[in-house]
């Protein structure tokens, strides 16, 4: 199983972005999907979740100016930013807990797309 992370980049502060990232592999159900951030010099910290009956939770950070999404058939996981600040500025990874074909469940991350937001 892998998750493949994309749709980071470089946008000014106020502009928006959207990440998306796509699990790969032997699945069988996907449950929890979500978003973490690095920021450079600080711990990784929790942005968004997104359970598989769509009920959401976000960080204060992220509340009212990002929304996180999936698509089942896709497998897929987006984070759709909004009103971007310079300190949203990190390496962005995507998570999912996922029972695969072989059986047992297992959280797994992304690689991680970065993110940076100009003043």
């Known amino acids: 199983v892998q998750l493949q992370a994309s749709g980071g980049g470089l946008v000014q502060a106020g502009g928006s972005l959207r990440l998306s990232c796509a699990a790969s592999?032997?699945?069988?159900?996907?449950?929890?999907m979500g978003w973490y951030r690095q920021a450079p010099g600080k711990q990784r910290e929790f942005v968004a979740l997104?359970?598989?009956?769509?009920?959401?939770t976000y960080a204060d950070s992220a509340k009212g100016r990002f929304t996180i999404s999936r698509d089942n058939a896709k497998n897929t996981v987006y984070l759709q930013m909004n009103s971007l600040k310079p300190e949203d500025t990190a390496v962005y990874y995507c998570t999912a807990e996922i029972i695969s074909s072989l059986g047992g469940s297992h959280g797994y991350w992304g690689q991680g797309t970065l993110v940076t937001v100009s003043s």
């Open positions: 997104i359970t598989a009956g769509q009920i959401t």
């Open positions: 592999g032997s699945i069988f159900v996907i449950n929890d």
